[in-house]
């Protein structure tokens, strides 16, 4: 069963940044799609970026301009770098192929707080 595997999560305080990183294994990682996603507790997994095989980037307008996601077929990994974070951007983060998805990974839990 292939699973993401996301690393990089943590305190932070308000206008701080974070790097998160996802590794995929089982997969011909450069061929496929992935994106980062998050979820808070009691709410809907909320979809934040996406990157193509051929490196065609979309956002999420609640993170366009503030999140850069970028990849690295070599090391079959997805990165999401998060700038000005806010306590709004609490969540676990997911990384995941679009189409079709993955398992899920367990996620790794962002928490912006003074």
């Known amino acids: 069963q292939v699973q993401p595997v996301e690393s990089g999560g943590g305190l932070v305080q308000p206008g701080g940044s974070l790097r998160l990183s996802c590794v995929v294994g089982?997969?011909?990682?450069?061929?496929?799609?992935m994106a980062w996603y998050r979820q808070v507790p009691g709410k809907e997994r909320e979809f934040l970026a996406s990157?193509?095989?051929?490196?065609?980037?979309y956002y999420a307008d609640s993170v366009k301009g503030r999140f850069t996601i970028s990849r690295n077929n070599d090391e079959n990994a997805v990165y999401l770098q998060m700038n000005s974070l806010s306590p709004e951007d609490t969540a676990v983060y997911y990384c995941?192929?679009?189409?079709?998805?993955?398992?899920w990974g367990k996620g790794t839990l962002v928490t912006v707080s003074g």
């Open positions: 995941n192929r679009p189409r079709p998805l993955l398992s």
């Open positions: 089982g997969i011909i990682f450069r061929w496929n799609d």
């Open positions: 990157i193509s095989s051929s490196r065609d980037i």
